[in-house]
């Protein structure tokens, strides 16, 4: 992990608030580029997250959506992987760690780059703040679910090799609730004999949890927190939301993970919309309740903001 030199010898631009003096760090604003010096617009680097604003080289639009469909692809094949191959001899926790380690170390490995989003949940979240262009944000989604798709069909070609594997009574990892609802219970000679958690209870936790993800990732991304400690608050957060709710529907706060592989699990498909609005709600939700706490649209406005100082060694 490349270590970064976060010092700000730069004198911040102070401004007069209410009789007294205060500088850009103490209310959370960066005055704009073209404001400070004459043509430093010019030579500004747009940096959407914290984690892209420390790098000091700049990446393509391509490279960006390169890293977002390889991201979502390792991040869908490591963890949902590890719940198809693995499930039963790491359990609910095992899968949960995969979950959140693997995105731990994907903010470190892509997160200069695109700011590691790999969830549409999160780009909207970020959109719903001005903190991505739709144009990109579009672009991010496209990528995301590209990247999922190819890992769901690398998952079901590994799972299918094994000559247990039924597809139509283990699935693939897919979401769903009632009757499909990891809670549910099944009879000795199959079909369900009490329902799992129904539609409301799913619904309530995709909203609360991705919400809370979207969250984290923008709390722990802001210029007022350390910056290099946002991969392991983000990848814990994610590890903990799983403990939660893979019980009652498999865990999604992604719409990424769950298209991913709902076309290879009898039912997962006819539920599949709910993966995907109520996630996307949960991350609008949970980027408001961030700018309400901290009091701006983004801890770095793109195009208007920059660590002073920061380079890479």
């Given amino acids: 992990?490349?270590?970064?030199?976060?010092?700000?010898?730069?004198p911040r631009d102070r401004t007069t608030r209410g009789g007294r003096m205060t500088n850009e760090r103490?209310?959370?604003?960066?005055?704009?580029?073209?404001?400070?010096?004459?043509?430093?617009?010019?030579?500004?680097?747009?940096?959407?997250?914290?984690?892209?604003?420390v790098e000091k080289d700049e990446f393509s639009d391509a490279k960006k959506y390169a890293a977002e469909a390889i991201g979502t692809f390792v991040l869908v094949f490591s963890a949902v992987g590890t719940a198809v191959f693995a499930g039963d001899k790491v359990g609910n926790l095992g899968v949960a760690?995969?979950?959140?380690?693997?995105?731990?170390?994907?903010?470190?490995?892509?997160?200069?780059?695109?700011?590691?989003?790999?969830n549409p949940a999160v780009t909207v979240g970020q959109l719903a703040i001005g903190q991505v262009t739709l144009k990109?944000?579009?672009?991010?989604?496209?990528?995301?679910?590209?990247?999922?798709?190819v890992a769901g069909v690398t998952i079901y070609s590994v799972a299918q090799s094994l000559p247990t594997y039924d597809r139509a009574?283990?699935?693939?990892?897919?979401?769903?609730?009632?009757?499909?609802?990891?809670?549910?219970?099944?009879?000795?000679?199959g079909g369900v004999l009490v329902?799992?958690?129904?539609?409301?209870a799913t619904m309530v936790v995709e909203v609360l949890l991705t919400a809370l993800l979207v969250f984290v990732v923008l709390a722990a991304t802001d210029q007022a927190s350390d910056v290099l400690l946002a991969g392991v608050s983000i990848g814990f957060t994610l590890a903990v939301i799983h403990?939660?709710?893979i019980p009652i529907d498999n865990t999604s706060v992604n719409p990424a993970r769950s298209i991913a592989v709902?076309?290879?699990?009898?039912?997962?498909?006819?539920?599949?919309?709910?993966?995907?609005?109520?996630?996307?709600?949960?991350?609008?939700?949970?980027?408001?309740?961030y700018r309400s706490l901290f009091g701006r649209f983004a801890g770095l406005r793109p195009s208007t903001a920059r660590v002073a100082g920061a380079r890479r060694r």
């Fill in 1 to 10: 992990m490349p270590k970064f030199d976060t010092s700000d010898p730069v």
């Fill in 136 to 149: 990109r944000a579009v672009f991010y989604v496209v990528a995301q679910v590209l990247g999922g798709l």
């Fill in 97 to 118: 760690l995969a979950f959140g380690l693997t995105l731990l170390f994907l903010v470190y490995a892509i997160g200069p780059i695109s700011g590691c989003h790999v």
């Fill in 262 to 289: 709902a076309p290879y699990q009898d039912g997962a498909l006819g539920q599949l919309w709910l993966f995907i609005l109520f996630p996307l709600i949960g991350g609008a939700l949970g980027a408001l309740v």
């Fill in 26 to 53: 103490e209310t959370g604003h960066e005055g704009r580029a073209a404001d400070r010096a004459p043509g430093a617009a010019e030579h500004e680097t747009e940096h959407e997250t914290a984690l892209e604003a």
């Fill in 243 to 245: 403990l939660v709710s």
């Fill in 169 to 189: 009574a283990q699935g693939l990892g897919a979401n769903g609730w009632g009757p499909h609802s990891p809670s549910a219970v099944e009879g000795p000679l």
């Fill in 195 to 200: 329902e799992g958690y129904g539609i409301g």
